[in-house]
Structures are given as structure tokens and as C-alpha cells.
């Protein structure tokens, strides 16, 4: 069977790296697998620059339907977020018109929301939470009954229906990921990103991982096996001879037994820097000096606020402040870089709040960067309750998420436009604060004139973050500007005038065609 996958915004997060196992999950049943992938280069899920009218140039929904039938899709598999449920129904829709395809929705939005979803005529399936251990039994039903399927809602007698949930995946016993999938869009052998587990065992009120977790309970959250880990990270090195790794889980550290034995056999058999998630609470000397040793250049934290009331009752965060200048503390004294997550827009947050943030970033020594987002709201996470009681968002906030939303962590567009300009302003002063020196900080501090930092061009700020990035040799960001150009070339000739005459093949898909399969060769 001929199997699309269609997918939108930027590859370095969980759900562009889901769809690479979900890939070999197909190909290992026997499936041909294409993808036809829109990077949405200069659009709110470019972390790089978000520039609207660029972003609207280069969008091409018309080639982009040109490049699923090009593929002669049997089926035709959507990952839906919240932000791109909108372009992934219209897209969906304009199929149906073309050719008479199944479409399958999956994802964080559809398995949130799947009864919105399924009022949509041209969705044909929605499969709720994961989906490896049950799309290939889907695929061979398609046409048939579906009603033994797991994750799945279909429509018996034109109305929507729920099967019985599935149990989870065993993480160990999943092919490798299909690395190519992305190419030519995302090159390995600069940087190689791996996900060792599903789930977090944090209730963060704004989290996606939290609303997942939802739907099957605290056992969702796993790891792999030491085994596993390094079996893929092996098999990619020796495809792709990556300079780095950066493990995209929620977090790396907790359980010091196991991090022991990976760090063990990571710097004895990939031996190559990588960079990793962690959390401030549990963080102790013993797990810095485990990463340290295995060959960790840079750990990235979650905190969001430095203000300790809205990180507990908004946020649903259990750090302490004090906690939070430890943890950055046992880095200082290995000598481990960090940056620390900041999120803006929070509820109830004050400007003496971002003031006081400022002034607590500038203590830390071996701060790399401050990784500036923006809060995204998903339709059934906790914090929809908080911003509606602040009065951040309507009544009916939940109903309007679930119709789907254009907002990423990169969008600072919400809110009052007095509110924006400020948050703009220290946004920008969080983006270059470990470049300034002293006086210059505190002369910006004072009185409203970090306001005026809003008027700083995009571009600007983000060559200040790259010369920041060259001083504390974060590989990370250099992996970024690497692969930039090459994104946005390929967002330009998917647009780029075609000859007349028969639709262009999908340039991934030649790529990946004319190249083994990484689910294959490793």
C-alpha cells in the first residue's frame, strides 16, 4: 500500500522524530512510505525568523496537494497539532475533491479533541494517543471493519464511534527510526536528535506530555533500554558520522542508575558531545558529573518563571527558586554549559516579574542561553482555566482551541498590544542578555527603555544570538544555521514555477527512494 505522510512545521521536536518510527513502523509492514513535508519556513513554527509576508510567499497549498497525488497515495496520514489543524483540514479537504483517499488524522490535536475532529466529512479516521502498534492492523482493515482497531475513532452509520484503547508500545521492541524520512530537509551528519523515551512524569499545567499522559495514566512515561539507545545511536553513526546527539525527552536525568550505564557506554562507543534535557528537581552533583563524564556539552532546563507563586499554582511546577540556583550551581562546578527554558505570556505574571527574571539570569555563570517561548494553549490542559479566570482568554477559550489555532512557541502575537510591546521588549533583552556587558544591563533596566529593545530587527537578534552562541560553543544553535539555508531552499523551489506537463515528484521522496532506508541498514 502506498502510504503519504503529511506533516508541517519545524523537524527538531517530538513529532517530526514520531513520524520517523512511525515510518520504519510501516515500512517494516510491508508499506511504501512517502512524506510530503512543508517546513513553514518564516512562519510562526520557524525558530529561526517569523516573517509573515515571507511566509505567505513561500506557501504553495496547491503543490502541495500536486505532491500527495504525485505519490498515487492509497492512504493519506496527517500529524496534527493544534497550530496546524486548520491547514491539515483544508489540505484534507481539497484531497477529497481531487481523489477520493482515507484520510487518517493523528497527533497531540486529534487525540485531545477527537470528536471535533471527527466532524470534519473528509476525516475519515482519527487515531487517539499512539499509533504504532496500531496503524498497520488499521491499513490491512481500511475499506472493511474497522471496530477491532485499537486508538481509533471511525463513523458506523455516519456517526462517530470510539474503539477500546490499546496497550502501551513497548519502546524496546520498535524498529529503528527512518532517518532519511526528512532528507533532504534534515542532514544527520551534523547533528543527530534521538527521543529514548515517551511521557514525563510531571504534571506541568500547560504541557503537552501532561495532556497525554491523560489518556493512559501514570504508566505512560518510559524509557528504552540502554540497549536500545545505543543500538540506534551506533547504527546512526555509522550512516551519518554525526558531530553531536541532542536526546529531545522531556528529561534525561532521574534515574541515576540507568543514566550511570548509558553515559557508560555513550562516551565508550559514540563518544561525541551531546546535549540533553533535564529538570531541576532531582538534580544533584552525582547527575551532573554522570553527564559531565559521558561527554555532555550543554543541558537545557525548564523553569518558565523565576516567579515561585505562579510557577506552583500556575504552572503546576514544584522547583523552588533556591532549588533552581543549585541545580545551575553543580553545572557551574563541572564546568557544564546550560541554557534554561523562559515562557511569556504566563497568567498573572507582572513586569516586575520579567524585571526580577532579568536580574536572576544575570547571576548564573555558565548560562549559555535564555531560550525565550511563548506560551501555547493546548484545548485540554489545566492552564486554559487559569488564563480564563485572568482574563487572557474568552469564556469559550477551549471550544475555540479545539477548532485549531496558528500559534506556536515562537509567537509572541497574544495579548493586549500594550502587553506585547513590553513582553517584545524583554524578550529581546532575555535573547542577548549574557552578551551585555554589566553597565549596559543595568542601564536598560531602568525605567521603561527596555521597551525600546522591541525595535531590534529579528535578524539582529538572532546574529547576536549566534555570535553568543560561537562564545559558549553551543553546538546546537550552529546545527540550526546549518540547516536553515537549506530549509528555506527547499520551502522556495516547492514554489518555484514547474515546466507544463506532469506533475514534478516529491523531491524527499526521490531522495529517500534512491537510498536504503536507516530502518534497514542498521
Not at 511504501?32 to 520557524?46: E, H, I, K
Not at 495579548?415 to 536598560?444: D, H, M, N
Given at each position: 500500500?502506498?502510504?503519504?505522510?503529511?506533516?508541517r512545521g519545524r523537524y527538531h521536536v517530538r513529532e517530526a522524530l514520531d513520524l520517523e518510527t512511525l515510518a520504519a513502523v510501516l515500512r517494516g509492514g510491508g508499506h511504501q512510505v512517502r512524506l510530503v513535508y512543508d517546513p513553514d519556513a518564516f512562519g510562526v513554527t520557524d525558530n529561526v525568523f517569523q516573517v509573515p509576508v515571507l511566509a505567505r510567499l513561500l506557501a504553495d497549498d496547491r503543490r502541495t496537494i500536486a505532491r500527495i497525488l504525485a505519490a498515487r497515495p492509497d492512504v493519506v496520514i496527517f500529524s496534527v497539532l493544534t497550530s496546524t489543524y486548520a491547514w491539515c483540514r483544508a489540505m484534507a479537504e481539497q484531497l477529497k475533491r481531487r481523489r477520493p483517499v482515507p484520510a487518517v488524522f493523528l497527533g497531540l490535536h486529534?487525540?485531545?479533541?477527537?470528536?471535533?475532529?471527527?466532524?470534519?466529512?473528509?476525516?475519515?479516521?482519527?487515531?487517539?494517543?499512539?499509533?504504532?502498534?496500531?496503524?498497520?492492523?488499521?491499513?490491512?482493515?481500511?475499506?472493511?471493519?474497522?471496530?477491532?482497531?485499537?486508538?481509533?475513532?471511525?463513523?458506523?452509520?455516519?456517526?462517530?464511534?470510539?474503539?477500546?484503547?490499546?496497550?502501551?508500545?513497548?519502546?524496546?521492541?520498535?524498529?529503528?527510526?527512518?532517518?532519511?524520512?526528512?532528507?533532504?530537509?534534515?542532514?544527520?551528519?551534523?547533528?543527530?536528535?534521538?527521543?529514548?523515551?515517551?511521557?514525563?512524569?510531571?504534571?506541568?499545567?500547560?504541557?503537552?506530555?501532561?495532556?497525554?499522559?491523560?489518556?493512559?495514566?501514570?504508566?505512560?512515561?518510559?524509557?528504552?533500554?540502554?540497549?536500545?539507545?545505543?543500538?540506534?545511536?551506533?547504527?546512526?553513526?555509522?550512516?551519518?558520522?554525526?558531530?553531536?546527539?541532542?536526546?529531545?525527552?522531556?528529561?534525561?536525568?532521574?534515574?541515576?542508575?540507568?543514566?550511570?550505564?548509558?553515559?557508560?557506554?555513550?562516551?565508550?562507543?559514540?563518544?561525541?558531545?551531546?546535549?540533553?534535557?533535564?529538570?531541576?528537581?532531582?538534580?544533584?552533583?552525582?547527575?551532573?558529573?554522570?553527564?559531565?563524564?559521558?561527554?555532555?556539552?550543554?543541558?537545557?532546563?525548564?523553569?518558565?518563571?523565576?516567579?515561585?507563586?505562579?510557577?506552583?499554582?500556575?504552572?503546576?511546577?514544584?522547583?523552588?527558586?533556591?532549588?533552581?540556583?543549585?541545580?545551575?550551581?553543580?553545572?557551574?562546578?563541572?564546568?557544564?554549559?546550560?541554557?534554561?527554558?523562559?515562557?511569556?505570556?504566563?497568567?498573572?505574571?507582572?513586569?516586575?516579574?520579567?524585571?526580577?527574571?532579568?536580574?536572576?539570569?544575570?547571576?548564573?555563570?555558565?548560562?549559555?542561553?535564555?531560550?525565550?517561548?511563548?506560551?501555547?494553549?493546548?484545548?485540554?490542559?489545566?492552564?486554559?482555566?487559569?488564563?480564563?479566570?485572568?482574563?487572557?482568554?474568552?469564556?469559550?477559550?477551549?471550544?475555540?482551541?479545539?477548532?485549531?489555532?496558528?500559534?506556536?512557541?515562537?509567537?509572541?502575537?497574544?495579548?493586549?498590544?500594550?502587553?506585547?510591546?513590553?513582553?517584545?521588549?524583554?524578550?529581546?533583552?532575555?535573547?542577548?542578555?549574557?552578551?551585555?556587558?554589566?553597565?549596559?544591563?543595568?542601564?536598560?533596566?531602568?525605567?521603561?527603555?527596555?521597551?525600546?529593545?522591541?525595535?531590534?530587527?529579528?535578524?539582529?537578534?538572532?546574529?547576536?544570538?549566534?555570535?553568543?552562541?560561537?562564545?559558549?560553543?553551543?553546538?546546537?544553535?550552529?546545527?540550526?544555521?546549518?540547516?536553515?539555508?537549506?530549509?528555506?531552499?527547499?520551502?522556495?523551489?516547492?514554489?518555484?514555477?514547474?515546466?507544463?506537463?506532469?506533475?514534478?515528484?516529491?523531491?524527499?521522496?526521490?531522495?529517500?527512494?534512491?537510498?536504503?532506508?536507516?530502518?534497514?541498514?542498521?
Amino acid at each position: 500500500m502506498n502510504v503519504v505522510l503529511v506533516y508541517r512545521g519545524r523537524y527538531h521536536v517530538r513529532e517530526a522524530l514520531d513520524l520517523e518510527t512511525l515510518a520504519a513502523v510501516l515500512r517494516g509492514g510491508g508499506h511504501q512510505v512517502r512524506l510530503v513535508y512543508d517546513p513553514d519556513a518564516f512562519g510562526v513554527t520557524d525558530n529561526v525568523f517569523q516573517v509573515p509576508v515571507l511566509a505567505r510567499l513561500l506557501a504553495d497549498d496547491r503543490r502541495t496537494i500536486a505532491r500527495i497525488l504525485a505519490a498515487r497515495p492509497d492512504v493519506v496520514i496527517f500529524s496534527v497539532l493544534t497550530s496546524t489543524y486548520a491547514w491539515c483540514r483544508a489540505m484534507a479537504e481539497q484531497l477529497k475533491r481531487r481523489r477520493p483517499v482515507p484520510a487518517v488524522f493523528l497527533g497531540l490535536h486529534p487525540s485531545l479533541v477527537p470528536r471535533r475532529v471527527m466532524r470534519d466529512p473528509f476525516v475519515d479516521y482519527t487515531i487517539v494517543g499512539e499509533v504504532e502498534g496500531v496503524i498497520n492492523d488499521l491499513l490491512a482493515r481500511l475499506g472493511g471493519d474497522v471496530s477491532s482497531v485499537a486508538n481509533l475513532w471511525y463513523r458506523r452509520g455516519g456517526e462517530p464511534v470510539a474503539t477500546h484503547r490499546a496497550e502501551l508500545v513497548d519502546l524496546d521492541a520498535l524498529p529503528l527510526p527512518d532517518k532519511d524520512l526528512f532528507a533532504p530537509y534534515a542532514s544527520h551528519r551534523y547533528s543527530y536528535s534521538a527521543m529514548v523515551s515517551r511521557g514525563c512524569p510531571y504534571h506541568c499545567t500547560f504541557c503537552e506530555e501532561t495532556c497525554s499522559k491523560r489518556l493512559y495514566g501514570s504508566g505512560y512515561f518510559r524509557r528504552k533500554g540502554v540497549d536500545t539507545v545505543l543500538r540506534e545511536l551506533v547504527a546512526g553513526k555509522k550512516r551519518y558520522g554525526y558531530r553531536e546527539v541532542i536526546f529531545k525527552d522531556s528529561y534525561l536525568s532521574g534515574n541515576r542508575r540507568w543514566l550511570g550505564e548509558l553515559m557508560d557506554r555513550y562516551r565508550a562507543e559514540i563518544g561525541v558531545p551531546f546535549k540533553c534535557f533535564c529538570t531541576i528537581v532531582g538534580f544533584d552533583a552525582e547527575t551532573a558529573r554522570l553527564l559531565k563524564e559521558g561527554g555532555c556539552y550543554s543541558i537545557e532546563f525548564g523553569l518558565q518563571t523565576w516567579n515561585e507563586r505562579v510557577r506552583r499554582q500556575v504552572l503546576g511546577r514544584r522547583e523552588t527558586n533556591e532549588e533552581a540556583f543549585r541545580a545551575f550551581g553543580y553545572c557551574d562546578k563541572h564546568r557544564l554549559r546550560y541554557d534554561v527554558d523562559h515562557m511569556f505570556n504566563v497568567p498573572t505574571e507582572t513586569v516586575e516579574d520579567h524585571h526580577f527574571g532579568a536580574q536572576c539570569y544575570r547571576r548564573l555563570r555558565n548560562l549559555g542561553r535564555v531560550k525565550v517561548h511563548f506560551l501555547v494553549y493546548h484545548p485540554t490542559a489545566e492552564i486554559v482555566g487559569h488564563a480564563v479566570a485572568a482574563g487572557d482568554l474568552p469564556p469559550d477559550a477551549a471550544d475555540r482551541l479545539a477548532e485549531g489555532e496558528e500559534t506556536d512557541f515562537y509567537d509572541q502575537g497574544r495579548g493586549r498590544e500594550t502587553t506585547q510591546r513590553l513582553v517584545a521588549g524583554y524578550a529581546a533583552l532575555y535573547k542577548i542578555l549574557p552578551l551585555l556587558p554589566g553597565s549596559l544591563f543595568r542601564w536598560l533596566l531602568k525605567g521603561s527603555r527596555v521597551r525600546w529593545l522591541r525595535l531590534i530587527p529579528s535578524p539582529l537578534v538572532a546574529l547576536l544570538q549566534a555570535l553568543n552562541a560561537l562564545r559558549s560553543g553551543d553546538l546546537r544553535f550552529a546545527a540550526y544555521l546549518h540547516m536553515y539555508p537549506a530549509k528555506v531552499f527547499h520551502a522556495w523551489m516547492a514554489t518555484a514555477p514547474k515546466p507544463q506537463g506532469a506533475l514534478q515528484p516529491d523531491p524527499c521522496s526521490v531522495e529517500c527512494e534512491e537510498r536504503p532506508s536507516a530502518t534497514t541498514s542498521g
